[in-house]
């Protein structure tokens, strides 16, 4: 008893060792695709020149060289002094959306489903006792009623 006790507590250790310790990928930064079509910006996705107005070949060249390094060290400056500070507050955010749901909404949304199931029944036995009989016997008087259409000419 004493070692299978020891053993779920070494598997329940070593989940929550997993949890925080999680394995990244700095090959595939982007796993699930979700920056897939919105960030990714190149120079021909920005700067074209239509046909009959083309600048001087080495303009276009520096300018491309320019766009394309200027990008590339503005990120990775920005990543670097804002980087840190940005997960920190997204964390949080997400802790604190986290706590709010489990702690709050979800506990609100089963009390109300409790509360509105009896409500139904109340509401259901209602209905029964009284629009029931009243729909019945409306639908007797009107089975009375024949419709007889004729076209005239």
């Not at 329940?12 to 060792?17: R, T, V």
């Not at 979700?34 to 120079?43: G, H, L, P, Q, T």
């Not at 083309?54 to 320019?66: A, E, H, M």
């Not at 259901?124 to 007889?148: D, E, H, M």
């Amino acid at each position: 008893m004493m070692a299978e006790e020891h053993k779920d507590l070494d598997l329940e250790a070593q989940i929550i060792k997993d949890i925080h310790c999680k394995e990244i990928n700095l090959v595939n930064r982007d796993p699930k695709n979700i920056n897939e079509d919105i960030v990714k910006v190149d120079f021909e996705d920005v700067i074209a020149e239509p046909v009959g107005t083309y600048s001087f070949d080495g303009v276009w060249k520096v300018s491309y060289t320019t766009f394309t390094v200027s990008k590339y060290w503005c990120y990775r400056l920005l990543s670097t002094l804002l980087g840190v500070p940005l997960a920190l507050l997204w964390g949080f955010l997400f802790a604190c959306i986290s706590f709010c749901h489990i702690w709050a909404v979800v506990p609100c949304i089963k009390s109300y489903l409790i509360e509105i199931q009896c409500i139904s029944h109340i509401y259901s036995l209602c209905i029964r006792t009284f629009c029931n009989p009243l729909f019945a016997a409306l639908g007797q008087v009107c089975s009375s009623i024949k419709v007889l259409l004729r076209k005239e000419v």
